[in-house]
């Protein structure tokens, strides 16, 4: 049972390249989270789903773009990197928000120079 | 003022020691209340739910005051495997959910 998994584990990008994280869940949650981590600041949340198809922003929604076509993957993409995007990245799942503890992924390193 | 504010130590104790975090909340609706475990680079996870009675769940005792909008993390006898950061996580409104910066704490022999 692989849980949550995160791919890539580490990336660097150059300022104004793009790319996309992949979040895959087999656990059939309804929900997931991309968050960033930053040093002193804890875990924002970037974006959710609450369900197939359904996106919502969260606490730092700007700059970043998400996906789910399907319930076991959620996507996080950056269209235009910034060196303000270096952060540690973390995607999680839940049954739902209110009783079910998140599952997280490892985390991607991200590193815009 | 953020939404969730803890004390982000370190806190540094013996082993054995008792040693308890607090942590502060902004918002007077927020329905549900977590204790949540990180390691050094690794991924946070759960260490208990936290309920308006109470609860405990062998060492670590977790309580919540509503009307202080506070909660907070009690750990017995520590160990050296207690070492850790911990965050406190608050459901606000509607899904998300809000994390607090983290408290680290580091058991010494």
């Known amino acids: 049972n692989a849980g949550v998994t995160q791919t890539p584990k580490f990336r660097v990008l150059k300022t104004g390249q793009s790319m996309t994280l992949l979040c895959a869940q087999d656990?059939?949650?309804?929900?997931m989270y991309w968050y960033r981590q930053d040093p002193g600041m804890g875990l924002r949340l970037i974006h959710y789903s609450v369900g197939e198809g359904t996106t919502a922003k969260g606490e730092v929604p700007d700059g970043y773009n998400v996906s789910r076509l399907k319930k076991q993957n959620f996507l996080l993409g950056l269209e235009s990197a910034a060196p303000s995007q270096t952060s540690v990245y973390f995607c999680?799942?839940?049954?739902?928000?209110?009783?079910?503890?998140?599952?997280f992924g490892p985390g991607t390193r991200l590193t815009v120079t | 003022r953020k939404e969730v504010e803890q004390d982000p130590g370190p806190f540094n104790v013996p082993e054995g020691a008792t040693v308890a975090f607090n942590c502060t909340y902004s918002n007077s609706a927020s329905q549900s209340f977590f204790w949540y475990r990180q390691d050094c680079r690794k991924e946070p996870k759960l260490l208990m739910s936290?309920?308006?009675s109470g609860n405990e769940d062998g060492r670590f005792t977790a309580q919540l005051n509503r009307a202080s909008q506070y909660i907070s993390l009690l750990i017995r006898d520590s160990k050296l495997s207690d070492s850790a950061t911990y965050l406190c996580?608050?459901?606000?409104?509607?899904?998300?959910?809000?994390f607090g910066a983290g408290t680290r704490l580091t058991v010494k022999p």
């Open positions: 936290v309920y308006s």
């Open positions: 999680a799942s839940s049954r739902d928000s209110k009783t079910y503890e998140q599952y």
């Open positions: 656990m059939n949650h309804e929900y």
């Open positions: 996580v608050v459901n606000p409104l509607f899904d998300d959910m809000r």
